[in-house]
């Protein structure tokens, strides 16, 4: 393959001046050659003849060393988008990787770069099949809005070429591996994060001891299931659940549901409105508004423990749904709420007056900052 053969001080320079041009070949290393100079590798759109600049450069054979994915993604993005873009342009560097996706936050200030970005993630994560931009999250169930940018078939798609491709390539469904389960989403149609793991850990410890304390299996209702993250630990244990109820207003999130819960997997998807149904025996299913329920009247006081993971509604929601627990005897409430820093000291007065408990018998713990003024709080309600 040709290279071009430069003195190691041109180096980036000529480098810059081959991306401009559209001559350099990204997909094979830039290296030093045995005598001492260094090498730049050529597409094959670069002319025999270069233009002045280069012209006092040769051009050489010799052979390509394909970039290696051991090495990691800035060094790359350095090679390709040039020296100190890294450190002191790009705002956002980071991604998030869900089962085989890249997630790659959106800013107006990469977009220049995304080849670059594109390039350098893709090559040192050979395990990815898709990269996508996050815009952000949209509409009342707060999913993502994904851009897929990139994708990995028997080569690397990107650019203009997407265009012509079927969207089933484009499909960001995936399997995400958390404490052992893998659970199957599409997270441009769902609600997942995956920085909520050690939460459903702490809520898989808690509700195990309640139900040791019991000495029985518990009956869990999760009215704001997702795709069932929360409940697929609990089901792995032996014993740990007895009755179960699964709801989640968003409509996509049920084939997952039905996919992720072992006892659902491969029974009928079929939801009369405003309605739970129950496709195998104790187990309850329902797309609703979890509101609702409690207006099923067969659902009220039935349940043990309580999952409330709206956190935006949590404390507005709870009162609603304290009928569906058991009025009488242990149960047990967990929540996620985000409120501001500054009431974070009143949470366990609030929830006592909601739930009509001793402070005592209310934890809480702040998770992280939200935002600027909030920060998301787990708290367990025991009685
Ligand atoms: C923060 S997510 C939690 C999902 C899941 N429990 C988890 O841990 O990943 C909240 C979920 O509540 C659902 N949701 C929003 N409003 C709802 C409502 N009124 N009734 C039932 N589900 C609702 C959303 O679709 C979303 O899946």
């Known amino acids: 393959m040709r290279h071009l053969s430069v003195p190691s001080s041109m180096t980036q320079q000529t480098i810059d001046i081959l991306r401009e041009s559209g001559w350099l070949h990204t997909e094979h290393r830039v290296r030093p050659y045995d005598d001492g100079r260094i090498l730049i590798p050529l597409n094959d759109n670069t002319p025999s003849e270069l233009p002045s600049d280069l012209a006092n450069f040769p051009i050489i054979d010799a052979n390509p060393i394909p970039w290696n994915s051991r090495e ?29 996706l890249l997630i790659q936050r959106h800013d107006e200030v990469n977009d220049q770069y995304l080849p670059a970005f594109i390039q350098s993630k893709m090559e040192t994560h050979p395990r990815i099949r898709l990269m996508l931009l996050d815009h952000g999250v949209k509409g009342e169930f707060r999913i993502r809005d994904l851009q897929p940018i990139a994708v990995r078939t028997n080569r690397l798609i990107w ?19 958390e404490n052992g389960l893998r659970l199957r989403l599409n997270p441009s149609r769902v609600y997942f994060s995956s920085k909520l793991q050690y939460e459903r850990q702490n809520t898989t410890k ?15 209702c999760d009215p704001f299931c997702g795709v069932g993250p929360a409940i697929a630990p609990l089901l792995r244990r032996e014993s740990l659940v007895g009755d179960l109820l699964v709801n989640d207003l968003n409509p ?7 996919h992720n819960l072992k006892p659902l997997r491969g029974l009928e998807l079929n939801f009369p409105q405003d309605n739970l149904v129950e496709p195998t025996s104790g187990i309850f299913v329902g797309c609703m508004d979890a509101t609702q329920i409690p207006s099923i009247k067969d659902q009220c006081g039935r349940w043990d423990a309580l999952l409330v993971n709206l956190p935006h509604q949590t404390l ?13 005897g242990p149960m047990r409430i967990c929540g996620w709420t985000i409120i501001p820093e500054s009431e974070v000291i009143e949470l366990p007065d609030k929830l006592s007056r909601i739930v009509d408990c001793n402070v005592e018998d209310i934890e809480v713990r702040v998770r992280k900052q939200f935002n600027a003024t909030d920060m998301l709080a787990a708290f367990i309600v025991r009685r």
Request: glycine share 8%; aromatic share 6%.
């Open 316 to 328: 507005r929601l709870l009162p609603a749904l304290l009928p569906l627990l058991r009025p009488e």
């Open 206 to 220: 808690e509700l195990t001891q309640f139900s040791v304390e019991l000495g029985r299996p518990i009956n869990i």
């Open 159 to 177: 650019g203009e070429e997407l265009e012509g491709l079927e969207s089933n390539l484009l499909d960001p469904t995936t399997d995400v591996p």
């Open 72 to 100: 990691s993604w800035q060094a790359r993005f350095t090679e390709l988008a040039g020296e100190g873009v890294l450190e002191n342009i790009i705002v956002s560097k980071t991604h998030e990787i869900l089962g085989d």
């Open 252 to 258: 996509d999130c049920l084939p997952f549901l039905f």
